[in-house]
């Protein structure tokens, strides 16, 4: 990467309106190196191959580092629109005393083999409208234009567990369960048959005893509602899925027929925080849309004209706080952590100050050269680490109009400005270092020891390009960074892992498959001590692998 002219465009954020188009430049980057084979389909690879060594595999790791993310790109000559509609690909890296085997299976959906029996996109995803099928006559073709999307079962999003048992998830109300030895799927679960939600996250969040929390929308006749999940920890018979799972609240959203977009949700001890951002879905047009030949990224939008609401749920009552925590419109995808203390909730996320990032992440974007992909990512505003902190007792006596924080040394706000109203600020996470490796996303942390509780690391891509292109540790204490970087190399979601007798938080390594578009067949699952940041060892993988999007480390005694 040409990383001087990279450092000093991205240190100045230029934020300018083109005025022809209206368009934001956020950066004013120069000479981007194509990643088209990042996207590229490729063909499974269902029994296991063995990789290259290089360095060191830490001998006390065992288990199955698992990846989701999309694999094919096209059916027949039918062309895919948006990078999340790929067909899900399903990866396992076996690592067992240092040694490490690779196989992926694409996931046997309904999308995925109605697709292969047609040769063509025969079920519409995120970005992507099927057509009308060439062999029913012109009424059956015209009348096939009435019927409204069916939610696609293409679960490329993650690798999530409930009561146990491993499931691949998109957003939708279907969830495939997926044997994490063969990455066969085993069962296909439905949100709908357990609960009143149209679809639910792809990002759960689990208590230490296996009760697990997520979040879907309804959409009823007063309305559309935002509803938290909550999954018991434990199964009563051996083939059950999701019996038990009940609707802890629903709160309603602002505009009835425009629900705000989520991804995910933050947790803490005691509350689940939903994050109501102004990236908004217009139903009438998604319900309109096959209708009209639209997809359902044409019917999401970007209003920052509306403020950020947090909303705090009380996991054990189901109590919804009459306080709503507002801040400036941003849009966010990912959080980092959330945990209580002193009387405050704070909340750390990754987030942009525009929401228009989703729809710009189509295949033909993502394949372009040149000034043409400079301009795809010039207009894309960055993500960067946030700290909101707000404060738990709001009450009759509480003051308005001053800061309510009265932590050390925070730098975020929290001012009352109604009864049940306090305007929030946030405190940067991160210094000015970070501008230089464009932002910061897909953040993990320690999680099983540490989410919910106080921290010090989080781990992340910089985003030099489109996708993940550095692996950042950042240290909480000083707001300090290490990064791992290679020209040409892009890593994915970094998956920290606990080293055996942990005492430090960050005890352990780091993983990451990192993806080669330059060079074939040579992508590689790197392996990073935790602590240092230092490379320990990689397996390089003898086949092209696209980049994905999230993933789980299974240990095996």
């Excluded at 000093?8 to 194509?34: D, F």
Aim: glycine share 6%; proline share 6%; charged share 20%.
């Amino acid at each position: 990467l040409p990383s001087v002219a990279l450092t000093v465009s991205l240190l100045k954020p230029e934020n300018k309106s083109s005025s022809a188009k209206n368009i934001n430049h956020y950066t004013n980057v120069r000479g981007l190196p194509s990643i088209e084979k990042i996207v590229s389909s490729v063909e499974d690879t269902p029994r296991p191959i063995s990789t290259q060594i290089i360095g060191t595999i830490p001998e006390w790791i065992n288990g199955n580092f698992l990846r989701n993310g999309p694999g094919k790109f096209e059916i027949g000559n039918h062309k895919f629109n948006h990078w999340f509609d790929g067909m899900a690909l399903l990866h396992q890296f076996k690592i067992s005393n240092g040694q490490v085997t690779y196989k992926s299976r694409f996931l046997s959906s309904d999308s995925y083999q109605t697709n292969k029996e047609h040769n063509r996109i025969a079920i519409s995803e995120f970005g992507t409208v099927t057509m009308p099928d060439p062999c029913k006559n012109v009424f059956q073709r015209f009348l096939s234009r009435f019927e409204s999307h069916k939610p696609t079962d293409n679960a490329n999003v993650s690798f999530v567990t409930y009561k146990g048992d491993y499931y691949v998830s998109t957003e939708t109300n279907i969830m495939h369960k997926v044997d994490p030895e063969t990455l066969e799927t085993t069962e296909k679960v439905d949100w709908s048959k357990f609960i009143a939600v149209n679809g639910a996250t792809a990002h759960p969040h689990t208590e230490p005893d296996g009760t697990t929390y997520n979040m879907g929308n309804s959409y009823t006749s007063k309305g559309s509602y935002y509803n938290i999940i909550q999954v018991p920890p434990t199964k009563k018979t051996e083939d059950e899925t999701l019996e038990g799972a009940s609707v802890l609240c629903s709160i309603p959203s602002v505009d009835k027929t425009k629900p705000s977009y989520y991804h995910s949700f933050a947790m803490s001890e005691n509350y689940v925080v939903f994050i109501e951002q102004p990236i908004k879905l217009d139903l009438l047009k998604i319900v309109t849309g096959k209708l009209r030949g639209k997809s359902i990224s044409d019917s999401i939008f970007w209003d920052p004209k509306l403020n950020t609401i947090f909303h705090l749920i009380h996991k054990h009552s189901g109590k919804v706080s009459s306080i709503k925590y507002l801040a400036k419109p941003l849009s966010t995808f990912h959080q980092i952590n959330a945990f209580e203390e002193d009387g405050f909730l704070i909340i750390d996320l990754c987030a942009s100050d525009d929401g228009q990032a989703i729809t710009n992440y189509n295949i033909q974007n993502m394949r372009k050269s040149g000034e043409a992909l400079d301009e795809v990512y010039n207009t894309l505003s960055r993500a960067f680490p946030r700290r909101f902190v707000l404060p738990l007792n709001v009450d009759r006596e509480t003051p308005y109009n001053q800061n309510l924080i009265t932590r050390p040394n925070s730098i975020a706000t929290s001012v009352r400005i109604a009864k049940n109203k306090v305007f929030c600020t946030h405190e940067d996470l991160h210094g000015e270092d970070l501008h230089e490796y464009g932002g910061l996303e897909f953040p993990q942390i320690n999680y099983h020891k540490f989410n919910t509780h106080p921290y010090r690391y989080f781990y992340g891509c910089g985003f030099r390009h489109l996708v993940g292109d550095t692996l950042i540790k950042m240290d909480l204490c000083g707001k300090r960074m290490k990064v791992w970087e290679h020209p040409g190399q892009y890593p994915s979601e970094p998956v920290f892992v606990p080293s055996p007798n942990a005492t430090e938080e960050d005890d352990g390594v780091i993983m990451s498959v990192v993806i080669t578009p330059d060079e074939d067949k040579s992508t590689f699952l790197l392996v990073l001590d935790a602590k240092t940041f230092e490379e320990l060892g990689r397996a390089v993988v003898p086949v092209n692998i696209p980049y994905g999007f999230h993933g789980t480390f299974i240990a095996t005694a």
